[in-house]
């Protein structure tokens, strides 16, 4: 992941409405959720839960697909993981003690 598009998923997470919708659609699984769900879940309308969608879909953490007349939205686990990978890449100068499974990059 380039710095740039890290960047751009931590100004798409650092809204609260943002940060729970991808928290809801982490738990909900690969199957995701309606749009309309989502909205209803946070108490949020649906202009403002379609802009959020929509920002968080353009930061590459989540993904969306038609289903019938629904749009269906769902975490993008690889785009988050990317996230926390490149977070974690360098963490503790590979410390697997304190990283964990979480070091990305053994030292050749």
């Known amino acids: 992941m380039e710095i740039s598009d890290a960047c751009q998923a931590f100004s ?60 269906i939205y769902a975490a993008d686990y690889g785009g988050v993981r990317d996230l926390v990978d490149f977070l974690l890449a360098d963490c503790c100068q590979g410390d697997k003690r304190l990283c964990g499974p979480y070091v990305i990059k053994e030292c050749a």
């Open 12 to 71: 798409a997470l650092s809204q609260t409405s943002r940060l729970e919708v991808l928290k809801l659609l982490v738990r909900a699984g690969p199957a995701g959720l309606a749009a309309g769900k989502i909205s209803g879940a946070l108490g949020a309308p649906a202009p403002t839960m379609s802009f959020h969608l929509k920002e968080l879909e353009r930061a590459g953490l989540i993904l969306s697909r038609k289903e019938g007349r629904s749009v």
